[in-house]
T-cell receptor, first 110, second 117 residues
Framework: SQQGEEDPQALSIQEGENATMNCSYKTSINNLQWYRQNSGRGLVHLILIRSNEREKHSGRLRVTLDTSKKSSSLLITASRAADTASYFCATIGPGTALIFGKGTTLSVSS | KAGVTQTPRYLIKTRGQQVTLSCSPISGHRSVSWYQQTPGQGLQFLFEYFSETQRNKGNFPGRFSGRQFSNSRSEMNVSTLELGDSALYLC????????????????FGEGSWLTVV
């Protein structure tokens, strides 16, 4: 079963713009991980944020976590055509495996 | 170092047959998990193995099974294939079992595309 929802389901932007994706979840978590998936390929790990962290950065990626609202956001700055992919958040709670959202499909046009 | 390796990448099977998929985790990783991805159901957890023991299991019928060897390599088997088993099967590895600690990063392979006809 899905843990929660990503919002929006689809996002189209121009190169150079920022892309923000949101993720909500339902239960308590140990951490939340973001992944990217190019069409027909496997999942690429982007970033892990622990439940006691509020923000993490990795290159052009910025992830925030608000455990009181059970939500997270992924910001990609200065998007490139190569960022076109589906993005998934996944949570790990006590005793659980990764539980994924439905994903956001990002399209970056040049 | 090498990532998570899955074989075969693509395969086509007939209803009623069985299939075995293989996964080699990142060197040093002791946990292997399997996930099924379909357009309708999204990404769903099948099972996790750690040190050759099944540690966690998702909500799939008994036709889906797996095992892990002493070198941490894992196989999953689906018997009596149904059309609905057509999916991308993803293997993931991590150093520790999934819920061991909050910093446990989980890495995925490229997946095995299974088509059942």
């Amino acid at each position: 079963s899905q843990q929660g929802e990503e919002d929006p389901q689809a996002l189209s932007i121009q190169e150079g713009e920022n892309a923000t994706m949101n993720c909500s979840y339902k239960t308590s978590i140990n951490n939340l991980q973001w992944y990217r998936q190019n069409s027909g390929r496997g999942l690429v790990h982007l970033i892990l944020i622990r439940s006691n962290e509020r923000e993490k950065h990795s290159g052009r990626l910025r992830v925030t976590l608000d455990t009181s609202k059970k939500s997270s956001s992924l910001l990609i700055t200065a998007s490139r055509a190569a960022d076109t992919a589906s993005y998934f958040c996944a949570t790990i709670g006590p005793g659980t495996a990764l539980i994924f959202g439905k994903g956001t499909t990002l399209s970056v046009s040049s | 170092k090498a990532g998570v390796t899955q074989t075969p990448r693509y395969l086509i099977k007939t209803r009623g047959q069985q299939v075995t998929l293989s996964c080699s985790p990142i060197s040093g990783h002791r946990s292997v998990s399997w996930y099924q991805q379909t357009p309708g159901q999204g990404l769903q957890f099948l099972f996790e193995y750690f040190s050759e023991t099944q540690r966690n299991k998702g909500n799939f019928p008994g036709r889906f099974s797996g095992r892990q060897f002493s070198n941490s390599r894992s196989e999953m088997n689906v018997s009596t294939l149904e059309l609905g088993d057509s999916a991308l099967y993803l293997c993931a590895s991590s150093l520790e079992w999934t819920g061991a600690h909050s910093g446990n990063t989980i890495y995925f392979g490229e997946g095995s595309w299974l088509t059942v006809v």
